[in-house]
Structures are given as structure tokens and as C-alpha cells.
């Protein structure tokens, strides 16, 4: 199994930034990609960006490209969001997601494309 637990949000006036971080424990030893969601209330669960085991692959929803950045640190066990430029529709709990079904893969923009969720962590944008 794997489990992931999100950090980092909060509450950040629009233009700011915030960087979340998701660590990982369990089958960290499995080649797998990570991907990052969002929800708001009442919202369907939304694909934010997806990164591959390398990092050599990152792929991007066209609402948050060029100001969200997906990264990784093998090493530390660690996948992050850096998020520059928030605006007030960022608003939302920011998931992680471990797609362990295979290896050396790019992810998906699809949360049935995971396996393992963190539990979340709320960010809060304020115009």
C-alpha cells in the first residue's frame, strides 16, 4: 500500500503563492506516477497536473498551466505543487494520487487513473 499525506495550503490573497507537499510512505519503492486533483464544494473532483516516476513527463490542466509547477524528489519521497499566480477560482481541497497499477508511466487526468489518494489539503484564495 501506499499512503500520502498533503501539506502546505491555506489561506493566500489572489496573485500570491503557496507551495503543497505530498509524502509518500509504503510501496515507495514502486516506479509510479503522481498526480495532483482539486475539488471545490459541489464541484466534480478536477485534474490539476500529473507527473511521471522520472519527472521527465508533466502534463498540465489548461486552467493552471504556466502557473503551477509539478515536481519530485524521489529521494525524500516527495511530490509538489508549486502554485504562483492563485487566483480566487484555485479555491479547493488539493488532493494527491498514486497511480501504482504500472510503471515508468505518464499518469492520467483522470482520478480512475489512481489508486491511493492523500487526504487533502484545503487551499483558499481570497480576492
Known amino acids: 500500500q501506499v499512503q500520502l499525506v498533503e501539506s502546505g495550503g491555506g489561506l493566500v490573497q489572489a496573485g500570491g503563492s503557496l507551495r503543497l507537499s505530498c509524502a509518500a510512505s509504503g510501496r515507495t519503492f514502486g516506479r509510479y506516477a503522481m498526480g495532483w486533483f482539486r475539488q471545490a464544494p459541489g464541484k466534480e473532483r478536477e485534474f490539476v497536473a500529473t507527473?511521471?516516476?522520472?519527472?521527465?513527463?508533466?502534463y498540465y490542466a489548461d486552467s493552471v498551466k504556466g502557473r503551477f509547477t509539478i515536481s519530485r524528489d524521489n529521494a525524500k519521497n516527495t511530490v509538489y505543487l508549486q502554485m504562483n499566480s492563485l487566483k480566487p477560482e484555485d479555491t479547493a481541497v488539493y488532493y494527491c494520487?498514486?497511480?501504482?497499477?504500472?510503471?515508468?508511466?505518464?499518469?492520467?487526468?483522470?482520478?480512475?487513473?489512481?489508486?491511493?489518494w492523500g487526504q487533502g489539503t484545503q487551499v483558499t484564495v481570497s480576492s
Open positions: 507527473i511521471s516516476w522520472s519527472g521527465g513527463s508533466t
Open positions: 494520487a498514486a497511480r501504482t497499477r504500472d510503471t515508468y508511466s505518464s499518469g492520467s487526468p483522470y482520478p480512475g487513473g489512481y489508486d491511493y
